[in-house]
């Protein structure tokens, strides 16, 4: 089955303490792209990348860092979390064909509690 | 900047009854459209879009958006509606082919009565 998937899907944490959100793709997409979404704010960009080795900022980046050794793999490090990061972050991915250009493809979400 | 509104944070209606999900953009240079769903505890997931050409666009579930250009909008509208699409809808905007670079409305919940 074709898919985006997050792990974990809830964290709860403490400030300070580094974590990492791993996200994953099985569609061979060029596209992989990380959001944060927060009552009232709908989605915001965090990072992007539109190939291996290749990430750039997207609308919120402070605060975390991504990666992309990996054409399906595409991390969401938080190397010092703080209680404004709680939120729900998604991960998405993106195929670059021309009948489904700039359509994105969502994982399930993981929901991070910062205390 | 470009900028999406979504002017409707909530909308109750009763089942079978159709609804209309407003969706207004700021941009003078072309566009790219979509309109996303979230099922509760869920990911998002692609309705429909406008890339170009006629513009009523049909998606999945019985929805369907009209790209009105001078009035900049694109709102979201099923004729009628079911329990099941009880979720909050997401319009987005593109202006760069390619670049996947999105600018998301803040989302308007869709509650279906029975």
């Known amino acids: 089955e074709a898919q985006v998937t997050q792990n974990p899907r809830y964290l709860i944490t403490v400030t300070g303490k580094k974590l990492t959100v791993t996200c994953s793709q099985n569609m061979n997409h060029e596209y992989m792209s990380w959001y944060r979404q927060d009552p009232g704010l709908g989605l915001r960009q965090i990072y992007y990348s539109m190939n291996v080795e290749v990430t750039d900022k997207g609308d919120v980046p402070e605060g975390y860092k991504v990666s992309r050794k990996e054409k399906r793999n595409f991390p969401l490090i938080l190397e010092s979390p703080s209680p404004n990061q709680t939120s729900l972050y998604f991960c998405?991915?993106?195929?670059?064909?021309?009948?489904?250009?700039?359509?994105?493809?969502f994982g399930p979400g993981t929901r991070l509690t910062v205390l | 900047a470009q900028s999406v509104t979504q002017l409707d944070s909530q909308v109750p209606v009763f089942e079978e009854a159709p609804v209309e999900l407003r969706c207004n953009y700021s941009s003078s240079v072309s566009v790219y459209l979509f309109w996303y769903v979230q099922y509760p505890n869920q990911g998002l997931q692609l309705l429909l879009k406008?890339?170009?050409?006629?513009?009523l666009v049909k998606g999945i579930n019985g929805f369907e958006a009209e790209f009105n250009k001078s009035q900049t909008s694109f709102h979201l509208r099923k004729p009628s509606v079911h329990i099941s699409d009880t979720a909050e809808y997401f319009c987005a905007v593109s202006n760069k082919w390619g670049t996947y670079k999105y600018i998301f409305g803040t989302g308007t919940r869709l509650k279906v009565l029975a």
């Open positions: 406008y890339l170009s050409g006629s513009t």
């Open positions: 998405a991915s993106g195929n670059r064909d021309a009948s489904s250009y700039n359509e994105q493809f």
